[in-house]
T-cell receptor, first 108, second 119 residues
Framework: GIQVEQSPPDLILQEGANSTLRCNFS?????LQWFHQNPWGQLINLFY?????KQNGRLSATTVATERYSLLYISSSQTTDSGVYFC??????????WGAGTKLIIKP | DAMVIQNPRYQVTQFGKPVTLSCSQT?????MYWYQQKSSQAPKLLFH???????NEADTPDNFQSRRPNTSFCFLDIRSPGLGDAAMYLC??????????????????FGPGTRLTVL
């Protein structure tokens, strides 16, 4: 089945810093989503991005489907950005396959 | 606002005592999913409904059952909770799992989750 790898596994930054999170996947996919899981466990949809580039405020994402990777950019980090960022791709059975996540800590 | 709602947010049960978690949606989506998430891990799909069609994951224990009485509601029943079933349970919906056209997507939307404690 499809393998999804996220890097780095952990990231600690000072408030105001920029970061790039990476998601590699091993096969063609039907969609790709980025989620932020906050400290209370809520999974928040960030981007639905099977290909191309999208931006939403301080966050942007790019997926290069032909090269099987996606990047999530966070600029001017705030403490509320802390949490776990998951990448999930949809396989040929239309099931989401999840990466292990990147745990982000933003220090004030 | 259209949304996915889960009740209760926190549930405490005793070992072996049946428990039911509920999920409702105002998105009018065809598909509803139940995931289990344990600490520091990615969510794990337990089963999903595509309309009334139930689809069980091969490794979902028999202890877990689900009901979908109508489009808006879906329930997760744990018949005899064990200590290993303590986890966050997440409900999600999507319009349709298949590739979409005309601007629609098969994006999944999640509820806030129910955190289950088993004593």
């Amino acid at each position: 089945g499809i393998q999804v790898e996220q890097s780095p596994p952990d990231l600690i930054l000072q408030e105001g810093a920029n970061s790039t999170l990476r998601c590699n996947f091993s096969d063609s996919v039907n969609n790709l989503q980025w989620f932020h899981q906050n400290p209370w466990g809520q999974l928040i949809n960030l981007f639905y991005i099977p290909s191309g580039t999208k931006q939403n405020g301080r966050l942007s994402a790019t997926t290069v489907a032909t090269e099987r990777y996606s990047l999530l950019y966070i600029s001017s980090s705030q403490t509320t950005d802390s949490g776990v960022y998951f990448c999930a791709v949809m396989d040929s059975n239309y099931q989401l396959i999840w990466g292990a996540g990147t745990k982000l800590i933003i220090k004030p | 606002d259209a949304m996915v709602i889960q009740n209760p947010r926190y549930q405490v049960t005793q070992f072996g005592k049946p428990v039911t978690l509920s999920c409702s949606q105002t998105l009018n989506h065809n598909v509803m999913y139940w995931y289990q998430q344990k600490s520091s891990q990615a969510p794990k799909l337990l089963f999903h409904y595509y309309d009334k069609d139930f689809n069980n994951e091969a490794d979902t224990p028999d202890n877990f059952q689900s009901r979908r009485p109508n489009t808006s509601f879906c329930f997760l029943d744990i018949r005899s909770p064990g200590l290993g079933d303590a986890a966050m349970y997440l409900c999600a919906t999507s319009r349709d799992p298949f590739p979409q056209t005309g601007g629609m997507t098969n994006e999944q939307f999640f509820g806030p989750g129910t955190r289950l404690t088993v004593l």
